[in-house]
């Protein structure tokens, strides 16, 4: 039980909520989640002649600045990404897909 004097104005709650602060739970964990990296399984639809495009290269091919594709991926708005490593690539065919996207999109004026 934790001490009275490092609970301070909480003290009455050790008293009152008793084991049920920690309720166990309901469904057993029969595996242990892994550390280890899984890999993903591939799109099925994805063409297999698809480029694979740097960040440099998807801005060029989109025409927008570096920070502009940055943020879009940050608020996750942009077009679909994956890391290769650390580094950040994107297939052609999702960029275009995206642009197709974008410009179905109502607009509001």
């Not at 909480?10 to 029969?30: M, N, Q």
């Not at 920070?67 to 608020?75: A, E, F, I, P, Q």
């Not at 290769?84 to 179905?104: C, I, K, M, P, S």
Request: net charge positive; glycine share 6%.
């Amino acid at each position: 039980m934790i001490a009275d004097h490092r609970l301070g104005r909480h003290a009455h709650l050790s008293a009152e909520a008793g084991p049920s602060c920690f309720p166990t739970p309901t469904v057993a964990i029969t595996q242990e989640p892994s550390m280890t990296a899984q890999p993903t399984i591939p799109n099925p639809r994805r063409n297999p002649g698809d480029e694979m495009l740097t960040l440099q290269e998807a801005c060029a091919f989109l025409r927008v600045p570096e920070g502009t594709l940055r943020y879009w991926r940050h608020l996750g708005c942009g077009p679909r990404s994956f890391k290769v490593g650390r580094h950040v690539r994107y297939w052609r065919a999702d960029l275009v897909l995206w642009l197709t996207e974008q410009t179905n999109r109502p607009q509001h004026d």
